[in-house]
């Protein structure tokens, strides 16, 4: 009987993933899948603990070449290095921050703000990159044309729209800005920003770009993230929001977030946000795959997160902003 049939499994489900994205870390998944010797070393570590992602990155944050062969990965693990890579899985956790969503929010936002300055307050923020939305320059490249927005000295984010978009003429007014992470990162922490950069796939040149210009500008104004968890600490951020920037629009957004929910929290987190919306207490933006939020279900295209106003889908958006579908 094969003890670890389903670790093997996932590493083959996450080179399927991977496949076109990374081609190295599609190898080492396959390789890992068949290699009896790496997958006994990945059953030594706690079930949570023997994903493919953080097992990925842990190894290339101790040295492990990538773009590079298999066998980098397997020495590292079974030689000499394998403690201190052990190590690192167990004190770290998978945890990304992809601004190039902004691309894809903005529209939504514009849509809940009605021309009002926004007091935004973004759950499960990470390092706070999204919570940056009037940093960013902006190229939408639609059927009829490019729209862009902001100078030519500041980073952009590009983004092919299809669809009736409402692309604003402007940046959002940001009146007031807040994040809420069960672990927020320091973007001046250059220990956490490192693991930051180590997650994103090695073939991503452009999301290791966006994320290196996401952290510069969120170094210039680190905007406030506060730790909490968002089923139990949101409340007390809308009265803040309402109280410190009365007249601005208060959004809650969130985005590849409530997936870390369980069902029972996810129906809960809906029936919650729906009640605050129809209390007129805020708007809500959510980018969640299909069905994440029960209500909030779709057929969205492969790779893409369903872009819900309010409780009402209104898109789709590839998964790092790279496209909008505006329903
Ligand atoms: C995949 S990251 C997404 C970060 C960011 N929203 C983005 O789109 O780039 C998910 C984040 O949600 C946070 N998180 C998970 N469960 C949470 C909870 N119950 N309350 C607050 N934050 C949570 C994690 O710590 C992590 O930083």
């Not at 980098?72 to 992809?98: P, S």
């Not at 903005?106 to 939305?133: D, H, K, W």
């Not at 994040?179 to 990162?185: A, Q, S, V």
């Amino acid at each position: 009987m094969d003890l670890y049939g389903e670790v093997r499994a996932a590493y083959r489900e996450f080179a399927t993933y991977a496949a076109g994205a990374s081609p190295t870390l599609e190898q080492w998944a396959l390789e890992v899948a068949e290699d009896d010797e790496v997958i006994a070393w990945l059953g030594g570590l706690p079930p949570v603990k023997r994903q493919p992602n953080l097992v990925f990155a842990a190894a290339r944050l101790h040295g492990v070449p990538a773009p590079g062969p298999y066998d980098g990965l397997r020495g590292a693990l079974l030689g000499g290095g394998g403690a201190a890579i052990r190590e690192t899985i167990l004190t770290r956790a998978t945890q990304t921050n992809e601004a190039g969503r902004l691309a894809t929010l903005l529209p939504v936002f514009a849509s809940a703000g009605e021309g009002r300055p926004l007091a935004l307050i973004e759950l499960g923020a990470s390092a706070g990159l999204c919570l940056l939305p009037d940093r960013w320059a902006y190229r939408w490249r639609t059927p009829d044309g490019d729209r862009t927005l902001g100078a030519a000295d500041e980073p952009e984010l590009v983004c092919d729209v299809t669809g009736p978009a409402p692309l604003p003429a402007d940046r959002p007014e940001i009146a007031w800005r807040r994040g809420l992470d069960l672990d927020p990162i320091d973007v001046r922490d250059d220990d956490r920003v490192r693991w930051l950069e180590t997650l994103v796939w090695p073939e991503q040149h452009e999301r290791l770009a966006r994320l290196r210009a996401g952290v510069a500008l969120a170094r210039r104004d680190p905007p406030p993230l506060l730790r909490g968890d968002l089923r139990t600490d949101l409340d007390a951020l809308i009265d803040q929001a309402h109280r410190e920037a009365a007249g601005a629009a208060v959004v809650v957004c969130h985005s590849a977030v409530i997936m870390y929910l369980d069902a029972a929290d996810r129906r809960a987190f809906e029936a919650a946000m729906r009640e605050r919306v129809s209390a007129g207490r805020c708007h809500w933006v959510s980018m969640e795959a299909s069905g994440v939020v029960p209500g909030l279900v779709a057929e969205a295209p492969a790779s893409h997160l369903v872009l819900a106003l309010d409780g009402e889908v209104v898109g789709f958006a590839d998964q790092h902003g790279r496209a909008l579908r505006w329903l």
